[in-house]
C-alpha cells in the first residue's frame, strides 16, 4: 500500500516556494517558479480564494501576478503587504482585495460565458484584487548572491533579511532603508526569526548553546534547518533536527525546556499556528506533521503526502475570515512542495466531556456506590 495522500487543494502551474495566509480576507498566497532559464515554467504570485464549499474547504485562483523571470524563494506577510524573495533582492508587493459593482446583465453574461462553477460554489461576485510592486532592494552580496530568509517584526515596521553571504540585514518598511547589518555566519541561512522583544535572534544564536544544553545523543552533527518564534501558551518554542529532535527553548533565557524526538526525517520547514497552540512541520520527505507546541505531542502525521521536499507551510489564520472557513475543525493547515501542489491538512475537533455531563455522572456513581453497600449490608443507613 502507497502512503497516504492529503486532499490537493490546489495545483500551480510552476514549483511552489512560498506559502502565506491573510487572515483579513482569507486568501491563501502561493509563490514560486522555474526561475530565469528558458524552459516554459513560469514565475509568479498565485492569490487563492478559499471558500467553503458543501462543507468542505476549497481554494480557486482569484489573481496571478507574474513575476517575469525572477522566481519567489520566500515570502512573509505585513497586512497588505507582501516581502518576496527573488533571487538576490527583496521586493515588497501591496495588495488590495475589493469589491465591484456588477449589475445583473453582467452577471447573467458571466454565469453563460464564464467557465463552469463546481456545484454548490458560490462565484467571486465582484471581488477584485489589485496587486503593486513597492520597493525593492538587493539583500545578499555573495559571489552567488542569493536571499535566503525574510521575516517581519512583530509591529510591521521592520524587515529583517538573510542570504547566502551569511549577514543579516535590517530594513524599515515600506521604504526599505537599511538599519543595520552584521554578520551573523560564515555560511549560508537556514531560517530566521525576529522575537517579540524585538532582537534579532536565528536559530544558530549562540544564546541558545545547543551543544552545551541540547540532548544528549550521538556524536553525529547536527545541521540547524528551522526556526519561529511562537507565542505558546506562555512560552515560546523552537525547532532542532536530524535524528530529528524537536526543542522547546524558554525565551526569556534562552534554555531549552523540553526536547523530543520526531523521527529520522530531515525538517525541512516550520511554523507555528496564529494562537501558539501547534506546530506545523514539513519533511524533506514530503511527510507534514502537526504537533502541540507545550507539550511537543504529536497529533497528525501524514507520511510522504507531497512526493517531493515540503518547501513551505502556513496555518489557517484563528482571527478574520479563519473560524468561518475552519468550521469544525480544531485547526487547518496547508503545504506546498516543489510538486507544484498545494495540501490541505485538517486536524479534527479535540472531544472533550463537559462539565455537567461529568458532575452527572460523579453524582450517578455515588448514587449506585450507596445502593450497592445498602444491599450488602442491609443496616448501612
Known sequence: MGPCRAPELYRAPFPLLGLQVDPSTGLLIAAGGGGAAKAGIKNGVHFLQLERINGRLSASLLHSHDTETRVTMNLALAGDILAAGQ???????RFQAHQQKVNKAEKAGSKKQGPRQRKGAAPHEGLELRVENLQAVQTDFSSDPLQKVVCFNHDNTLLATGGTDGYVRVWKVPGLEKVLEFKAHEGEFEDLALGPDVKLKDQLVTQLHWQENGPTVSSTPYHRQACRFGQVPDQPAGLQPAPC??????????????????GHEVISCLNVSESGTFLGLGMVTGSVAIYIAFSLQCLYYMREAHGIVVTDVAFLPEKGRGPELLGSHETARFSVAVDSHCQLHLLPSLQSVPVRLLLLLCVGLIVVTILLLQSVFPGFL
Open 87 to 93: 533571487d538576490a533582492h527583496c521586493q515588497l508587493l
Open 245 to 262: 529532535y524537536l526543542t522547546a527553548w524558554d525565551g526569556s533565557n534562552f534554555l531549552p525546556l523540553r526536547t523530543k524526538s520526531c
